[in-house]
């Protein structure tokens, strides 16, 4: 080299060079310390350094660690993530038969995290009122725009079960429930956006779309999980598994309500409306209000309170029970001027339903493919049929050309609907039905309870009936929830006693709770017992997937369901306020009311689809000793969910085993 500077450039490039063909050479395994007469003989290549271990990774040290970690490359070579792949959720062969119960507390959170997602109800007010707060504005949802989001979600939940049951045998429960919990958590992220916004897309979006579909991923991995660590209890197991699913339904009411009392801004209060038979000195204490082409109601230029022109939301005195403690009174209060604090609440259990199926899902285990149960304190396999019951089974496609799939379909379809109509609008129904009757009883906090107990009733459903099935049989198990027909079947006659007794109605409020307690503890077992079913019907080494291909049949109850009663509720409404309509004789209390004629039908549809004619404000003029039709407005839905779970029973009653029909 041609001077001294050049030189030291040389023998720092080279000492550099050493350095790393050192590391990187001990990490291949090599035990020499890399020289100049390494490099130039190459003898260390022909002295490989004997591990204590065979290294099956050429990324792997002499010491037998993996120092780049599995998220770069597992022993076959191939990239993928490490705690959440399904080579590191199997475990070992030898495990322990009596810590197999450890398996559950991970499953057990995922599904708690998800559960929540059966008391929508819980979020139907809050959304039917997202701009009027204490009431319906004339831009609000209706309900039957609201309800069938829940029934695109579980449209989704379907569609991912069926397509993707197969990629959940294949990826593992760590990843399906990782990659459900994402979802999960940005369903609600992005449905707390559709709410600030006011925008029906991005609520469909969120909780229907992406909700759907971790739904279906956090559902089916605890599941299947589960199940392949008790093959001799299936029952009980997938019992233990789902019955965390109805304890989230359990406890997410109260949790919900708890953030939207704490998030909710009560509107600005204006004052009482006048009354017809006000004199002038009350009237000068009132808000008059004038009604507008568009149905919507103003404060008037001639009114004493409130600023004119301003838009108003009206709340009656029939109205105040069913409101949560954000009114002051019935009268008039101004639109825009409060929050429901539904989109706060969403966005906040977002973060922790997505905290809490992360690490569900990272501690979730598969038991390995040679490991078996037998124990002394267990029971005995003989030759070793439990071990070949995890490898017998159809195919999917097999066991849907079967008489029993699709008997197996209508069977879950037709029990599941009507469940699922009580489930997608619980704490409305409620309040319908038994708040005009006991308004000191059933108050916002009752509902709230009754929906919790509406998941406790599910989540005793899902282990009970499942640990009974063990004993009774899947098949007579589901012939027990056809005792469901009588009490769904029988509770508009219940509803219509109470509202015409003079007397003591509590006891049959308390029929009614309980029978709604029962009912759905049907609904619950109906998928805790569906898997061992599917099991001994078509064995279990294809259960998962055919599993996702018969929850098809609950994504169709889920649409028939919520959107059937949003329908006949609709309905129900409608011919309720005409025939209110059709009492009222007092014309001045009418127009002073709603700003039009009894007889300008054209007119009185605007304000009924303004929302500003409703069956609670027609009940303050109509004549004294009118039936509120409230109570009423489920009667169609009961009768046909009623036929509609016989027909599954008559389904269950004609399936048989597969040994018999060959």
């Known amino acids: 080299l041609k001077n001294k500077r050049e030189r030291k450039m040389l023998g720092r490039l080279r000492n550099s060079f050493l350095n790393t063909m050192r590391t990187s050479h001990k990490l291949v395994g090599y035990s020499c310390n890399i020289s100049k007469s390494c490099l130039s003989t190459k003898s260390c290549l022909r002295k490989p350094f004997v591990t204590r271990r065979e290294s099956t990774s050429p990324l792997t040290s002499h010491d037998g660690y993996n120092y780049f970690g599995d998220n770069f490359q597992n022993r076959s070579g191939k990239r993928q993530l490490s705690s959440f792949s399904k080579d590191a959720s199997v475990a070992p062969k030898n495990f322990d038969v009596n810590d197999r119960w450890k398996v559950i507390p991970p499953a057990n959170a995922v599904h708690l995290s998800i559960g929540s997602v059966y008391v929508y109800s819980m979020w139907t007010t809050s959304l039917t009122q997202n701009l009027g707060v204490v009431g319906n504005a004339p831009l609000d949802w209706s309900h039957s725009e609201i309800l069938p989001v829940f029934s695109a979600a579980a449209v989704t939940l379907g569609l991912t079960t069926s397509f993707l049951g197969s990629w959940v045998e294949k990826s593992g429960p760590r990843k399906a429930g990782i990659v459900g919990t994402m979802f999960w958590s940005s369903a609600l992220g992005t449905t707390a956006l559709g709410v600030h916004f006011h925008s029906l897309e991005l609520v469909y979006l969120g909780y229907g779309v992406l909700g759907g579909i971790g739904w279906g991923l956090m559902y089916l991995a605890p599941v299947t999980t589960v199940m392949k660590w008790f093959p001799d209890k299936r029952g009980l197991a997938t019992g233990i598994a789902l019955s965390a699913f109805g304890a989230g339904a359990a406890l997410a009411p109260s949790i919900i309500q708890s953030a939207l009392d704490f998030f909710a801004v009560a509107p600005q209060y204006i004052g009482p409306l006048p009354d017809f038979t006000s004199n002038n000195e009350d009237i000068a204490k009132c808000v008059n209000l004038t009604t507008l082409n568009d149905g919507s109601q103003i404060i008037s230029e001639t009114s004493k309170l409130g600023i ?46 997505g905290v809490l199926g992360s690490v569900g899902s990272r501690y979730m285990m598969l038991p390995h493919q040679d490991w078996s149960p037998q124990s002394p304190k267990s029971f005995e396999v003989k030759d070793e049929k439990m071990r070949e019951s995890f490898n017998v089974g159809l195919t999917t496609a097999d066991a849907m050309k079967t008489t029993q799939f699709p008997l197996l379909w209508l069977s879950v379809f037709g029990n599941a609907t009507g469940g699922l109509a009580l489930l997608s609008s619980s704490k409305l129904m409620v309040t319908d039905i038994w708040a005009g009757v006991l308004p000191d009883v059933v108050t916002t906090s009752f509902a709230t309870g009754y929906v919790s107990a509406l998941g406790i009733g599910m989540a005793v459903g899902r282990f009970g009936w499942s640990a009974m099935s063990d004993y009774l049989g899947r098949r007579s198990t589901y012939a027990l929830f056809g005792c469901g027909i009588p009490i769904v079947g029988l509770a508009p006659s219940l509803c219509h006693t109470a509202v015409a007794s003079d007397g003591n109605t509590m006891p049959m409020l308390c029929s009614f709770y309980a029978g709604s307690f029962l009912a759905i503890s049907f609904y619950g077992g109906i998928f805790s017992v569906l898997p061992a079913y599917i ?48 009492t009222i004789d007092d014309n001045d209390a009418f127009r002073q009311a709603f700003g039009c004629n009894i007889d300008d039908k054209e007119i009185i549809q605007t304000l009924i689809d303004a929302n500003t004619i409703s069956i609670s404000r027609l009940m303050d003029i109509v004549p004294v000793g009118t039936i509120d039709p409230t109570p009423f407005l489920y009667d169609s839905t009961c009768y046909i969910a009623a036929g509609l779970m016989g027909v599954s029973a008559l389904a269950n009653f004609a399936i048989s085993p597969l040994t018999q029909t060959a």
């Not at 403690?325 to 009268?331: K, P, R, T, V």
């Not at 080494?541 to 291909?549: P, T, Y």
């Not at 949003?566 to 025939?579: E, H, K, P, Q």
């Open 308 to 353: 004119p022109g301003q838009q108003v939301i009206v709340v009656s005195e029939s109205d105040l029970s069913r409101l949560p403690n954000l009114s002051l009174g019935a009268g008039a209060y101004a639109l825009g001027t409060g929050d429901t604090g539904a989109s706060k609440a969403l966005a906040s259990l977002g973060v922790f339903y």
């Open 535 to 582: 099991a001994d019907l078509f064995g279990q080494k294809h259960a998962g997937s055919i599993h996702g291909k018969l929850l098809t049949a609950w994504a169709t109850s889920a649409v028939a369901g919520p959107m059937g009663l949003a329908y006949l509720r609709s309905s129900s409404v409608s011919r309720a306020i005409n025939d209110l309509i059709a």
